[in-house]
């Protein structure tokens, strides 16, 4: 059982275009949507999170947009630059993360120049 | 500062060993995850530590899977008999927390292959 979807699987935009990446989830007790950045051979960097009495939260160029009655969340990155290119996973955790987190399959994006 | 370490690195094993990861978390983080992450996939729960207890291991695959934390900082996941299934990058956080969330810090892995 996938208790977080995301899509698209990979993503390709080309530099200072908008990068956008969407999960939806089943459990309504989560209260904890955070986005991870991965590089190759490291592991995930928390990049933004958001809790779901929020419908958007901005920081520099990423935002989180929530809608909590559909149970999806996405992440949108402006302006996109060649060092973003790496892999974003979607979670979900109940209790602010400090239960487990439920990852999303993942979304690798490249950045073309 | 320094960020969780893990070690070692890469680890091949013949299928049928048995091996040891070790993560070494931040200082002062009193709770630690261990995550497996398959190729192409995003990182799975294994199990839990609040200082020294383990508090879920719900995620840990099979008997053969063992995490302990005896001093509630340094742990060591144990993997017995290991199978080609059990190939995957293995990832330790500790965590912290900040304001209204817990926030987790990983390290860059254990990528184990097991022949």
């Known amino acids: 059982q996938q208790q977080v979807k995301q899509s698209p699987q990979s993503l390709i935009v080309q530099k200072g275009g908008i990068s956008i990446i969407n999960c939806a989830y089943e459990?309504?007790?989560?209260?904890?949507f955070p986005w991870y950045q991965q590089f190759p051979g490291k592991g995930p960097a928390l990049l933004i999170a958001i809790r779901p009495d929020v419908s958007e939260k901005k920081e520099g160029r990423f935002t989180i947009s929530f809608n909590k009655s559909a149970k999806q969340f996405s992440l949108h990155i402006m302006d996109s630059q060649p060092g973003d290119s790496a892999t974003y996973f979607c979670?979900?955790?109940?209790?602010?993360?400090?239960?487990?987190?439920?990852f999303g399959k993942g979304t690798k994006l490249t950045v073309n120049p | 500062g320094a960020g969780v370490s893990q070690s070692p690195r890469y680890k091949v094993a013949k299928r049928g060993q048995d091996v040891a990861l070790r993560c070494d978390p931040i200082?002062?983080?009193?709770?630690l995850f261990w995550y497996q992450q398959a190729l192409g996939q995003g990182p799975e729960f294994l199990t839990y530590?609040?200082?020294?207890?383990?508090?879920?291991k719900s995620g840990l695959p099979s008997d053969r899977f063992f995490a302990e934390r005896p001093e509630g900082s340094v742990s060591t996941l144990k993997i017995q008999r290991t199978q080609q299934e059990d190939s995957a990058v293995y990832l330790c956080a500790s965590s912290s927390r900040q304001g209204w969330y817990e926030k987790l810090f990983f390290g860059s892995g254990t990528q184990l292959s097991v022949l």
């Open positions: 530590f609040q200082n020294e207890a383990q508090l879920d």
């Open positions: 200082s002062g983080h009193v709770s």
């Open positions: 459990n309504t007790a989560f209260d904890y």
């Open positions: 979670a979900a955790s109940r209790r602010g993360g400090s239960e487990k987190l439920v």
